[in-house]
Nanobody
Framework: VQLQASGGGLVQAGGSLRLSCAASGRTFGNYAMGWFRQAPGKEREFVAGISWTGASTHYAGSVKGRFTIYRDNAKNTLYLQMNSLEPGDTAVYYC?????????????????WGKGTQVTVSS
């Protein structure tokens, strides 16, 4: 299974970015997906998760109302729309593939990781 994240970059506070994650190697639509992030000097943390059909989504409190996770199962692609970005959102963002239909806000449910894409928000 391969997960290829893209879309990161440098943006000013208040700006927006959309991350994408292209998946291959298994039936994308059968599994939950998620996004995690790791800031310098901090542990990797859950950002958002989405169920296998996309009908159910979950967010970390710090991004709720600003970020939107969604998926296109026909294109085997996961997305994270990030609005109203803050300097505290600066991190490497990782695409995650769960081993079940439902996402969990922790790493132990994740079976596959993408390589990460850097998001830097300047003040």
């Amino acid at each position: 299974v391969q997960l290829q994240a893209s879309g990161g970059g440098l943006v000013q506070a208040g700006g927006s970015l959309r991350l994408s994650c292209a998946a291959s190697g298994r039936t994308f639509g059968n599994y939950a997906m998620g996004w995690f992030r790791q800031a310098p000097g901090k542990e990797r943390e859950f950002v958002a998760g989405i169920s296998w059909t996309g009908a159910s989504t979950h967010y970390a409190g710090s991004v709720k109302g600003r970020f939107t996770i969604y998926r296109d199962n026909a294109k085997n692609t996961l997305y994270l729309q990030m609005n109203s970005l803050e300097p505290g959102d600066t991190a490497v963002y990782y695409c995650a593939g769960y081993g079940s239909m439902w996402p969990q806000p922790r790493e132990d449910g994740v079976e596959y990781w993408g390589k990460g894409t850097q998001v830097t928000v300047s003040s």
